[in-house]
């Protein structure tokens, strides 16, 4: 039963901190709430993709508990999340499974940590929430990478 499952999951690594994210039914990860950054995002990289989403490949920077990615990948995307806590990766995971996701994968990896061969290029890279974390340079140096790693549109949002 999935709310067995989703109990289970808070149980192990602690309940959702940010965005509900849907499940099947209804069933959300935590109590349900409208996301206006996610539909303004998503807005964002359909206005500015050169291809429907569904074509596009598309990176989650510090993704937390998948939220941004979960709704790219449902819409058709190749989806990566890279976050740094074991913990949200568990939650990326569970929610992949219950939405039979497989166009997303989720990584516990350093956002200081990526490159193209690690994890090839993006058409639209999503860094929303990040750079408040990160000393200046390694904000400077991780803008310069993803010059590299993104074909498309990289979106930045972020609260100081």
């Known amino acids: 039963m999935l709310a067995t499952r989703l109990q289970s999951v808070i149980k192990e690594h602690g309940p959702w901190t940010a965005m509900a994210i849907k499940l099947p039914g209804d069933t959300y ?29 598309v990176l989650d920077l510090a993704c937390l508990e998948g939220h941004y990615a979960i709704e790219f990948a449902l819409q058709g995307a190749t989806v990566v999340g890279i976050e740094g806590r074991a913990a949200s990766v568990a939650k990326c995971d569970f929610v992949k499974r219950e939405l039979e996701l497989e166009r997303a994968d989720f990584y516990q990896d350093d956002v200081r940590n990526l490159s193209v061969a690690k994890y090839g290029g993006f058409d639209v890279v999503i860094c929303s929430g990040l750079l408040y974390h990160l000393p200046a340079e390694d904000a400077r140096r991780l803008f310069q990478a993803r010059s590299d790693q993104c074909t498309g549109t990289l979106i930045s949002d972020t609260c100081i």
């Not at 996301?35 to 490949?57: E, F, N």
Request: hydrophobic share 40%; proline share 3%.
């Open 29 to 57: 990860t935590r109590e349900a709430a409208v996301d206006y950054r996610l539909r303004r995002i998503l807005q964002i990289a359909a206005d500015y993709a050169k291809k429907p989403l569904a074509q596009c490949r």
